[in-house]
């Protein structure tokens, strides 16, 4: 069965969604050596209380004793989506993460939270989008690839180098990495298994952002302060607004500032976000499921480290 047969017969046991998005190794290959993946989903909705209100409803084994017991009001703390982790349909497990889709177009828009918009950067699979949806994660690509430009400005880049840095973006300072929850080749396992669709992708929204000359990445400054301007999220904008920065003025100090401004705000939301996303797995997911989820994480880690090395 294709993967997006099998989200839609994962979507039909859960309540409506407005749109779905499949993302990760469990969807798009990667080069970890691993065959048997859970499929993640990001699925947006219009109120996520009452969906998981409703799912509590029909699954209530997907929740666990404190969910049951609360009227849900920390769906909302700190961070906007949600996950239930490791729900196993015919030998296939699951994780989904719901979001509303208003929320979401505002984390991809200001960068607010870079959760989902990070890996909305990669390669992932459509299986429905609303039309703004889909035009939004348009735009967060060309704005992680302005992102990726930008900081790595005073880098002699290679193409895959540019590839390599855009995936990194949401990886950086994901305090998993750091704990060993993460494998710390995954930005690599990233970009080689997804290599084509990534430059497909990147190729698709660079408008007069880059050429290659020689094998190496050649900035467009003029494009990419325009690019700013047009598309990117409006803390940057009107930080350099304040400045009055315009691309025939543009000096390494300006893009200094850029350059910190950027990784800055992607720190701050990554770093409490990986802490943050955990906790409130634990306390959406039944025990049993958050350990099991959290040894599979940790079992595909080591595996992988000790296949690498």
């Known amino acids: 069965m294709e993967i997006r047969d ?7 046991t859960v309540p409506e969604v407005k749109s779905a998005i499949g993302y990760g190794s469990g969807v798009k290959k990667q080069d970890d050596g691993f065959s048997k993946k859970a499929i993640d989903i990001i699925a947006t909705v219009d109120d996520d209380y009452s969906w998981h209100k409703e799912n509590l409803k029909r699954n209530p084994d997907l ?4 969910a049951k017991g609360t009227d849900l009001s920390f769906l909302h703390w700190k961070t906007d989506v949600n996950f239930l982790a490791n729900i196993v349909i015919d030998g296939q497990a699951f994780k989904i993460g719901t979001i509303n889709e208003k929320k979401l177009l505002e984390n991809i828009e200001y960068w607010d939270h870079f959760y989902i918009p990070g890996r909305l950067q990669k390669s992932i699979l459509e299986v429905k989008a609303t039309d703004k949806l889909h035009k939004a994660i348009r735009a967060n690509r060309k704005n992680a690839l302005t992102a990726a430009l930008l900081t790595n400005y005073d880098q002699n880049m290679s193409f895959d180098d540019l590839l390599y840095n855009i995936c990194n973006l949401s990886y950086s300072t994901d305090i998993r990495m750091k704990l060993g929850m993460e494998n710390k080749n995954k930005v690599q396992n990233i970009v080689k298994g997804s290599y084509d669709e990534l430059k497909e992708i990147y190729t698709d929204v660079n408008e007069d952002l880059y050429t290659i000359k020689n094998g190496k990445v050649l900035l467009n400054f003029y494009g990419l302060l325009d690019s700013i301007d047009e598309y990117f999220p409006a803390f940057v904008a009107s930080s350099l607004a304040d400045r009055d920065i315009y691309p025939k003025d543009l000096t390494v100090k300006d893009l200094k500032l ?5 990784l800055k705000r992607i720190g701050d939301t990554t770093k409490s976000e990986s802490v943050v996303q955990p906790i409130k797995g634990v306390l959406l997911n039944p025990v049993s499921k958050s350990i099991e989820y959290g040894f599979q994480k940790r079992l595909k880690y080591k595996g992988n480290t000790e296949n690498k090395g």
């Open 258 to 262: 850029i350059k910190k401004l950027i």
């Open 6 to 12: 099998k989200i839609n017969e994962f979507l039909s």
């Open 63 to 66: 929740y666990s004793k404190f």
